[in-house]
């Protein structure tokens, strides 16, 4: 890279074509990084290709160019304009043997196409289970870079994924719909939020969104604590209680809720269900009327709000500067305010959960908010 009157050239580069590819599940902001990928590939005069459906398109070839006409507009644009899976991992590729499944190891297929292709690095843009596939082909010897996505915020080594704020608001706006009806009629709502195995939805939506009772996963919660705290807002006037819960919560010496299971994808539990399992027993013993909103997939839609906007441009800016660099291995991460580079080796394998010392839920904890402990 040379510095010119101020202006990074990268001519000394030995990347002269890009692939960027959205694996796992769909979020606020994907096109946002798409787009600042390729608008910053294409004025370094970069080449750019995206790949469709995630892995899946690497392993079939399914391949497009992009130009900045083919991100034009995209940036308020929920999903991603390249499509998604999180169920074609190229090393254990899906196929059937006559009325059998099996699964077999496609990553030397990839290689060989990028190869082929004239591809020199790919960009990868997904959460823990994408970014672990991509890091095996960083072994392998593929030029990979990572950006961090997921609506969860649970990787290691970055303060913040792009998506995680537009999940957040979607579940804060829906808790300033639910305080008036269950305030009208003075009953316990129950948001069930997403967020896996981590609790910062719940655990950020919860306080924005004015709830009496945040329950996440790293804090095994007790039902006669929860009980106690409903109750004592009856006692003091307020006739009704907001919930959020983390489809990942389990009780004290219990387990999390299971959807069902789905054999194949990089995270074969679907969880599910904690919401209608705390209505249940909270009406047991409150003998107050309780209802339940599961946010689902609404979280993982519509247009990201500026603060992701922001977050995955600049994302998608510091991956194409990171190949150009010639520095692999590695993923963008936000770091206090700055965008660094970090082994993505560090970033996977390993969830990035709620500790108890978090500033948020200290000052939850603070203004009397129950977290069911």
């Known amino acids: 890279m040379e510095d010119i009157g101020g202006e990074q050239r990268y001519d000394q580069s030995p990347v002269k074509k890009l692939a960027i590819l959205t694996g796992g599940g769909d979020c606020p902001g994907l096109n946002a990084v798409i787009r600042a990928a390729v608008k910053t590939a294409c004025h370094r005069g970069i080449e750019v290709v995206g790949i469709q459906d995630g892995f899946r398109g690497a392993v079939e070839g399914d391949f497009r160019p992009l130009g ?48 082929a292709e004239g591809i020199d690095a790919l960009i990868a843009i997904g959460g823990d289970g994408s970014l672990s596939i991509a890091l095996e082909f960083a072994k392998k010897g593929l030029n990979v870079v990572g950006v961090p996505k997921t609506i969860d915020n649970d990787l290691m080594c970055t303060d913040l994924t792009f998506g995680f704020q537009t999940a957040v608001a979607t579940a804060q706006d829906a808790l300033d719909r639910l305080h008036t009806t269950a305030e009208s009629h003075h009953r316990i709502m129950i948001l069930e939020v ?24 790293e804090i095994p919660y007790q039902l006669e604590s929860i009980a106690k705290a409903v ?22 010496g219990g387990e999390m809720v299971v959807e069902r299971t789905m054999p194949g994808r990089t995270d074969p539990i679907k969880l599910g269900g904690i919401g209608a399992k705390l209505a249940a027993d909270l009406e047991k013993i409150t003998d107050m009327e ?77 203004m009397g908010i129950e977290f069911g402990d």
């Open 68 to 115: 900045p006409k083919d991100v034009s507009g995209i940036l308020p644009r929920g999903g991603t304009i390249l499509g998604t899976t999180n169920r074609d991992n190229p090393f254990a590729y899906p196929t059937r043997v006559g009325e059998e499944r099996q699964t077999q190891d496609r990553s030397d297929e990839v290689m060989e196409r990028f190869k």
């Open 194 to 217: 997403m967020g896996r195995y981590a609790g910062w939805i719940a655990l950020y939506a919860g306080v924005a969104g004015g709830a009496d009772v945040i329950l996440i996963p």
């Open 231 to 252: 109750q004592g807002r009856a006692r003091l006037g307020k006739h009704f209680s907001i919930i959020v819960v983390a489809e990942g919560a389990k009780p004290h």
């Open 290 to 366: 309780t209802r339940v909103t599961v946010l689902g997939h609404l979280q993982r839609g519509g247009s990201p709000i500026a603060v992701d906007r922001v977050l995955s441009t600049r994302y998608g800016v510091a991956a194409v500067e990171a190949a150009l660099d010639g520095d692999f291995g590695m993923m963008v991460a936000l770091q206090g305010q700055d965008i660094v580079r970090v082994p993505m080796a560090e970033a996977v394998h390993k969830l990035k959960k709620v500790e108890i010392d978090d500033p948020v839920l200290k000052a939850a904890r603070s």
